[in-house]
């Protein structure tokens, strides 16, 4: 499979996944099969929808997928991915938590993804990261390179009780954002003023 096509199976793949990279080893697997550790076997109907999308394309069409269902263990234990990279049968697709991202990649477990943008998309790698929210493309980059496309994230909220507040004379302002940008000390001040510590401790 040539590399247009392996950057075009990622893309695909990203629309339904938290990060894909590409993987520092690959062992054999012929010139039109992909192989792609998935999310997990609670999410295989997922992965299964995705591989079938890429098959409509033209860049899919004459591709196998092979999926694995070999979700990403976090930071906590790396071994399946290190003995498959070190025993030259990694995947060639690899959905990992984001956060993970930085350690694989300076431990040698994914290859940069950079060339094959210059190469492909015709735009510089910065272009093409503009993208994405800039935190998400951040947790992808090691020393300057792109590890892989991120495909999720976060969206918090802060929410607070305005009585609690008032009762312990809590400028509301503070948490108005047309009013006040809150910062992270104020937070914790009036999560201390507002907070009560029994004889325990608790």
Excluded at 10 to 21: I, K
Aim: proline share 4%.
């Amino acid at each position: 499979m040539d590399r247009r096509r392996f950057l075009g199976a990622a893309g695909t793949a990203a629309l339904a996944t938290a990060a894909l990279s590409g993987c520092a080893s690959r062992g054999p697997s012929g010139d039109n099969v992909i192989r792609y550790w998935g999310m997990g076997a609670a999410d295989k109907d997922k992965d299964a929808l995705v591989a079938a999308a890429f098959k409509e394309t033209p860049a899919g069409r004459d591709i196998e997928v092979l999926i694995d269902q070999v979700p990403s263990s976090g930071v906590s234990d790396m071994s399946q991915i290190i003995t498959a990279v070190r025993g030259g049968t990694a995947p060639d697709l690899w959905w990992m938590d984001r956060f993970t991202a930085v350690q694989n990649a300076s431990v040698g477990l994914l290859e940069p993804i950079d060339s094959l943008i210059e190469q492909y998309e015709d735009v510089s790698p910065a272009e093409f990261k503009k993208q994405w929210i800039q935190f998400a493309i951040d947790e992808m980059t090691y020393e300057g390179q792109l590890y892989g496309l991120p495909t999720s994230t976060d969206a918090r909220g802060l929410l607070y009780n305005e009585d609690l507040l008032r009762e312990f004379k809590v400028d509301l302002d503070l948490f108005n954002p047309d009013q006040h940008v809150l910062t992270w000390d104020e937070l914790r001040e009036t999560a201390r003023k507002i907070s009560k510590i029994d004889g325990s401790g608790n």
